[in-house]
């Protein structure tokens, strides 16, 4: 078959996907295991429908902010009343509790990275030209938006103003049982045990989950901060669990650059946006980078200390802007390109824990090493914008075979390519369209 042919057909299989799991004004990730809305998945699934329908891409981002919170807060979750199969769901999260929840939507009490400015951009960046003006107006009309959510983020997040902000939740990192969060929560002291029953071993089998334990943190975690009413502030003045986590600031720094952008777009004053982007990009750098190893690392910010294991967040400065040079190459040529590390011979990069992170690489389970379409795609960006165009095209061609020959999974095996998960997952799907589209244009 053709190149060319394939290519199309990836496309269409993929907005099939789309097309399945719609609700109408917003997408969900997946048709069982995932039946609400998802912040960073409608994220990475606007970037994909952009592609090629931009009101249904606004419709998306429209439906996201209904469920904003009056003190910026985007949720995690945004329940669909007629979802059902997931846990936890809107009886247990209990967001009414706080006076700053939106009345007329159910959510989550918690966030997740802010991909949110890189979304909307991408609206305005693929619109054609006949709708360009429309799409501005829309851009002014949520800009306020986007603003204050960074806003909540450089307030209610940030208590030692470092330029960092902190995650309290492993749900919020969006790579929930990976090995920092793992790490930290293993110093949680969990002081009962949370009664629940789980219901995404329904839909897939318990092995390419996260443990009952990770579970049991996961819900103790959420129940303490429901017991404050989900004030952030008081919260974080005791919480057990806090992250400076690299990928979620690093996603900030390229949103706030992308907020800038918008700015301009509209006609705003973009230098709060670039003064926000600065200030993180230099924090990284400052707190998160160890020279010792060659990597930065997420920041425990109750122990002290930086959480040194493996994994694929520190390439994520990439994708930030935020690694000089000097970094930039030895992240690339020590760590990356490493068989031993994150480029498996004859497999597929990358693994999202390096492969001889011992003590928690598992090629079959979640975020403990199978490969994630998002963390490619950014991935992909990271490498074009910081000097190695060339691995990044490597990368793009990889990451399309893996979905070519193994379908539009939620994770993948890094040496065989087997999916796991859910398959029909929005992102694999959404992200699929962008790279193939992306290479179109080039
Ligand atoms: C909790 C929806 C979400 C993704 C996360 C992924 C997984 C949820 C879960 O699914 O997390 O948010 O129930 O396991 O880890 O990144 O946004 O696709």
Redesign the pocket.
Known sequence: MAVEEQLNRLVADARAVLQANDLGGSTK??PD??PHQ????SCFITIGISRYDTFRACREIRSLLRGQWHNGLIP??IFNARGTG?FPGPDVWQTERSPNAPKDVATSGIT?PPVLATAVLSIWNNAGQADRDEVTAFLREIYPRIRLYHEFLYTERDPDETGLAVVVHP?ES???NSPPYLDAGERVHLTYKPKYTRL?TLHVEAKY??TNKNYDLFVWLLEQMRAVDWDQREYLKHATLQVEDVIFNSILCRANGDLARIAEIVGADPSQARAWREKTAKAINDRLWSEEDGMYFSYDRVAGKLLRDETIAGFLTLYGGVAPESRAQRLVEVHLRNPKEFWPEGGYPVPTTALDESRWFNPEN??LGPVWINMNWMLIHGLVDSGHPELGAWLTTKTLELIERHGFH?YFNPYSGEGYGTDS???SAALTIDLISAMEHR
């Open positions: 990730p997946a295991l995932y998802w912040f960073w998945d995690q979750i997931y997740q749900w969006g790579l929930d995404d989950r996260p979640y975020w939620e997952f929005g992102w």
